[in-house]
């Protein structure tokens, strides 16, 4: 695919990224030098420098003929004029980065299809989303729905002692034979393996299984965890991305025992009333002596994400230290999402990896279903269709020849889930859950 690229920030810089390791010729526009200048030093594509709202730029960047434009830059009123333009000027699909409520909520005057965007993402609303499914898996550090729910991905630290330390992969049947799962990658000392049966698991490691949603639970575990359920959450932060969150987890349908400190009085009182079964603590997001003064070591969840990532990063420490079982932290620098696990954050949120992972996705729809890439491991999941021209159908998976750095984890047939097996066999019609590094996706597209 050809795909334009508005903005050289963080964002933008990402999803160059992805995309040139998946092989798609990527052109990527920005009227700054420093990030025209780093796009250039460290990544396989072509770079303007120039302004995205500029038909004549657009057209160098030859937009005419793109697959894709994706306008990323930090104004939504340049990645809409962009946006709008591209379309006008012959891109096939165009995705843009809005923050405006104005424009991304359903009673917008304006639809984004108006504005020439056939898909618009909102980052803060994507972020909260990602520590929403967090908060609802007590042990897990990504959680990841497939197949409509049936199915999840998730992740896991091994702990010393538990059930999965110190099997091979082969042998982890033996540990838990009465259903079906599988371990599609391994992080270990921020090196990512996609895992073959001679595999063995280690403390500390990473893991990453897909299983059947009912059966998630035992592999949590097994894998050292207690699972139990989380219901007092304290969120800290002041932030749209706090006040998101806060009315998500109110308007589940599961009884959440809320306490946000909100260091804006107006916002303060408007939450208070949009959720009066809940305290909203009007005082600074980083004031730890009115967090414990209001019960934060006996919360089951603390979750920190003020604009502040070391206040967030401490707060998150703290919070573990006295006892709390799951601590979430939101950072701005993306070279911490790595560090998190490491001194004893649970899970560590990016709203722009967030915003990339979900642009992403959209992207690889073009192609195949979904795809979602995980903080902190170079690897993605692929939801893919096995059509007539599949060269995977008809035989056992034992019996084929995988490239490197791939692994099938499911198979969907006539709406229903199966893990796959050494035994599965392909069918045209089934969609396939592929787990794989970036490298391999081109691999991976070739075989079906």
């Excluded at 795909?3 to 990527?26: Q, W």
């Excluded at 993402?121 to 049936?150: C, W, Y």
């Amino acid at each position: 695919m050809k795909i334009v690229i508005a903005g050289a920030g963080e964002v933008g810089f990402e999803l160059g990224r992805i995309l040139s390791e998946e092989n798609h010729d990527v052109i990527i526009i920005d009227e700054r030098p420093n990030c025209i200048a780093r796009v250039e030093e460290q990544l396989d594509v072509i770079s303007i420098e120039g302004n995205a709202t500029s038909a004549n730029t657009l057209v160098d960047a030859g937009v005419r003929n793109a697959d894709l434009m994706v306008a990323v830059t930090s104004v939504d009123e340049v990645n809409i004029i962009a946006s709008m333009m591209a379309k006008k000027l012959g891109a096939r699909k165009v995705i843009a980065r809005v923050r405006n409520d104005e424009l991304t909520r359903e009673s917008s005057p304006i639809t984004p299809e108006e504005l020439g965007i056939d898909v618009m993402i909102h980052p803060e609303e994507t972020a909260a989303n990602d520590i929403f499914q967090q908060l609802k898996r007590a042990s897990a550090t990504d959680v990841v729905e497939l197949a409509e729910g049936t199915v999840q991905l998730i992740g896991v630290r091994v702990e010393e002692g538990a059930e999965l330390a110190g099997q091979t992969l082969s042998g982890l049947h033996e540990v838990i034979s009465d259903f079906e799962f599988r371990v599609v990658a391994i992080s270990r000392r921020g090196r990512t393996i996609i895992p073959r049966g001679f595999n063995k698991l280690l403390p500390l490691d990473h893991v990453f299984i897909v299983a059947k949603t009912e059966h998630v639970k035992r592999l949590i575990l097994a894998a050292g965890h207690d699972e139990k359920p989380l219901r007092r959450v304290m969120i800290t932060g002041g932030t749209d991305l706090s006040r998101r969150l806060v009315r998500k987890l109110h308007a589940d349908t599961k009884r959440w025992d809320i306490k946000v400190a909100e260091p804006n009085s107006e916002q303060a009182d408007q939450l208070a009333v949009e959720i009066p079964e809940s305290l909203v603590m009007k005082g600074a997001a980083n004031d730890i002596n009115l967090l414990v003064s209001e019960g934060l070591q006996d919360m089951d969840a603390f979750v920190s994400v003020s604009d502040d990532e070391e206040s967030n990063i401490i707060l998150s420490l703290i919070a573990k230290h006295l006892g709390v079982k799951k601590t979430v932290a939101l950072v701005s620098k993306t070279q911490y999402i790595p560090l998190g696990q490491t001194i004893g954050i649970d899970a560590i949120v990016n709203i722009k990896s967030s915003a990339a992972d979900e642009i992403h996705r959209q992207i690889r729809q073009v192609m195949m279903f979904t795809v979602k890439a995980l903080p902190g491991i170079r690897a993605e999941i692929v939801e893919v269709e096995a059509g007539d021209r599949c060269k995977m159908r008809g035989r056992p998976i034992q019996d084929l020849k995988f490239p490197n750095g791939m692994v099938i984890g499911a198979i969907v047939r006539n709406g229903k889930a199966q893990i796959a097996t050494g035994a599965s066999v392909i069918e045209t019609g089934d969609h396939i859950i592929i787990f794989a590094l970036p490298s391999a996706i081109t691999d991976v597209e070739n075989l079906f």
